[in-house]
């Protein structure tokens, strides 16, 4: 006879940080027949669907030209490729990021310069910039590039950042890994910038099943260069390679999934923006939640609240781990803060938004397919959490 110890806490279902089976619930049919479609015709590498999806994208997000590759960092490095970025060259970007955005410029041989972020958008602060910009030119190096970064959804101040650009007559790139399909206005991330790239990742808000990456571009002779950099700088004849360049193609199975996942993708993002009004409604009196600004539509890769300090975000962390709520800390460590990028420079005064938000941020599970009820479970556990905290 099974006997339940008395002292078995009840512990809810674990809650998934992204929950990626509940979109298969929806569209897994029209997926499997797309991957059938693509077993069928057999053409792997470069096949129908990639150019279609490439249509598609450009479409989305109006503009001229979309080109996939392999994953997002391999769409900066094609971007960096294209601009002749090199040794003695420095390219700006924000300390508080994913380690791709610094790495694609040490690949390169050229010099990261990290630059400060507002602690409120979480996204580069174009005073900093500015201070960096000055400084790295001090020490010898020429400034050609600045790569923004649209965190955890929401694009940057790309009006205020291109005034800095165009004061110094730099290239304005965003990575756009975690942002692509949010706008400003009625303008959707992928004509913000000069470039901007994109990653599809299965975690971010348009995932394929794999690595996935793309570049877009209004610039139609850069958007050719494009083109033969991620094909070994393949020119008219296949077997005269004229530049060096990368194998970085998507797979046209990934291409056909994406294909189907972009058909709901604006009704994802509504829904992303639903279960942050929801979230902002629950947490806005125990923690500092993100502010959602008129005229700025963010897709909601995380949902990211501060805590007053590490030590109530580590109470926080163990009530939500206690009750099956997943957290994640993105990101614990700045860029100029790891191993292998303390040598690099940074602004003059410092990077200290991005040392204190290290510090205090939380993120929580986010999908389209959150409920209320599972949103409620997760304040209680925040709620909890900060209330331990504080003991
Ligand atoms: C995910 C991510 C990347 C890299 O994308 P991959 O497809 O994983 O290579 C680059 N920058 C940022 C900000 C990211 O979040």
New binding site residues.
């Given amino acids: 006879m099974a006997v339940l110890k008395p002292s078995t806490p009840i512990v809810p279902e674990p809650l998934p940080f992204i929950d990626l089976q509940a979109q298969r619930k929806r569209i897994g049919n029209h997926i499997d027949k797309a991957v059938a479609r693509v077993m069928e015709h057999g053409q792997f590498v470069l096949g129908p669907e990639v150019k279609q999806l490439e249509d598609a994208l450009a479409q989305f997000c109006g503009a001229r030209h979309a080109i996939t590759c392999?994953?997002?960092?391999?769409?900066?490095i094609l971007v960096l490729m294209a601009e002749g970025i090199g040794p003695g060259d420095a390219v700006f970007v924000p300390s508080f990021?994913?380690?791709?955005?610094g790495e694609c410029v040490a690949l390169r041989r050229a010099t990261p310069v990290f630059v400060d972020v507002d602690p409120r958008s979480f996204n580069m602060e174009p005073a900093s910039l500015d201070r960096a910009i000055t400084v790295a030119s001090k020490a010898g190096l020429t400034p050609r590039m600045v790569i923004a970064?649209?965190?955890f959804g929401r694009p940057a101040d790309y009006s205020a950042l291109r005034t800095v650009t165009d004061k110094h007559g730099l290239t304005l790139v965003a990575?756009a890994?975690?942002s692509f399909g949010a706008r400003l206005g009625e303008t959707r991330v992928g004509v913000l910038a000069d470039y901007t790239?994109a990653?599809?990742?299965p975690?971010?808000p348009l995932g394929c099943y794999g690595?996935?990456?793309a570049i877009l571009i209004n610039d139609d002779t850069k958007a050719e260069l494009l083109l033969s950099l991620r094909l070994h700088g393949q020119g008219n004849d296949r077997y005269d390679n004229v530049r060096i360049g990368l194998n970085s193609r998507l797979d046209t199975l990934q291409a056909a999934i994406l294909l189907e996942k972009l058909r709901i993708f604006d009704s994802e993002i509504e829904a992303r923006n639903e279960a942050a009004r929801r979230y902002n409604a629950l947490l806005s009196d125990i923690a500092v939640t993100p502010e959602m600004d008129q005229g700025i539509t963010s897709v909601w890769?995380q949902y990211t609240i501060l805590l007053s300090d590490s030590g109530t975000r580590k109470a926080v962390q163990s009530s939500c781990a206690a009750s099956g709520v997943p957290t994640a800390i993105y990101y614990p460590i700045p860029l100029h803060r790891q191993t292998g990028y303390r040598e690099f420079s940074m602004d003059p005064e410092g990077l200290p938004h991005s040392d204190w938000l290290a510090e205090r941020v939380l993120s929580l599970p986010m999908h389209p397919y959150l409920t209320a009820a599972a949103q409620e479970q997760i304040s209680r556990a925040v709620s909890d959490g900060i209330l331990a905290g504080a003991t």
């Fill in positions: 392999a994953n997002g960092t391999d769409a900066l990021t994913f380690v791709a955005t970064v649209d965190l990575d890994a975690q790239t990653s599809f990742f975690a971010k690595d996935g990456g890769a």
